[in-house]
């Protein structure tokens, strides 16, 4: 069975500094990797995704991961921080026979003035 | 226009009350999705209809029946509502039920159970 990791509840930056939100997952098959953002009191927002191809993939609002097969990790970054990324992201994997997304506990990103 | 639709937002009730949640997607999509998210934020599938079948159906108590009358809509029914019920749940809609579809989701409707 897959599962994903996220690891840190809470994460404070401060405005315009480096965003790393860590994720690593388990999955004996090839995995697709999700990063969704959500905001408080709403749905859950598509930021990027993995499925095949080039490893460096980019989404919305200048947040990027990167799939690392040989490290099980799918970390999220953004270079500057903004007050309006302050919000709950999560981490998930599906894979091949589960159609279904199996999320990570998720993160809560502070950005601090 | 509102992609993933859900209604009620709030819902307040009594233990044993029976409810139901709506979800509407306006997408063109044929795989829905109800999630649960407990109080510490983490995200269960419940289930999954593909054209409004039946394809993921996790270890859900049976109080829980999902309804799909056509593959715009997905609605939860909830007998005998406990006091564990109490959540968020986030209806979701993709193109297809492959792996990698974008999932996209619904406001929530929290609901608390008293």
């Known amino acids: 069975a897959q599962s994903v990791t996220q690891l840190g509840s809470h994460v404070s930056v401060s405005e315009g500094a480096l965003v790393l939100l860590r994720c690593n997952y388990s999955?004996?098959?090839?995995?697709?990797l999700f990063w969704y953002v959500q905001y408080p009191n709403q749905g859950l927002q598509l930021l990027l995704k993995y499925t095949t191809g080039a490893t460096l993939v980019k989404g919305i609002n200048g947040f990027e991961a990167e799939f690392k097969k040989s490290e099980t990790s799918f970390h999220l970054t953004k270079p500057s921080a903004h007050m309006s990324d302050a919000a709950e992201y999560f981490c998930a994997v599906s894979v091949a026979g589960r159609r279904a997304l199996t999320f990570g506990s998720g993160t809560r990103l502070q950005v601090q003035p | 226009d509102t992609a993933v639709s859900q209604t009620p937002k709030y819902l307040v009730t009594q233990m044993g009350n029976d409810k139901s949640i709506k979800c509407e997607q306006n997408?063109?999509?044929?795989?829905m999705y109800w999630y649960k998210q407990d109080s510490k934020k983490f995200l269960k599938i419940m289930f999954s209809y593909n054209n409004k079948e039946l394809i993921i159906n996790e270890t859900v108590p049976n109080r829980f029946s999902p309804k799909s009358p056509d593959k715009a809509h997905l609605n939860l029914h909830i007998n005998s509502l406990e006091l564990g019920d109490s959540a968020v749940y986030f209806c979701?809609?993709?193109?297809?039920?492959?792996?990698?579809?974008?999932?996209?989701f619904g406001p929530g409707t929290r609901l608390t159970v008293l």
């Open positions: 997408l063109g999509h044929d795989t």
């Open positions: 979701a809609s993709s193109q297809g039920p492959k792996e990698a579809d974008t999932q996209y």
């Open positions: 999955s004996s098959v090839p995995p697709y």
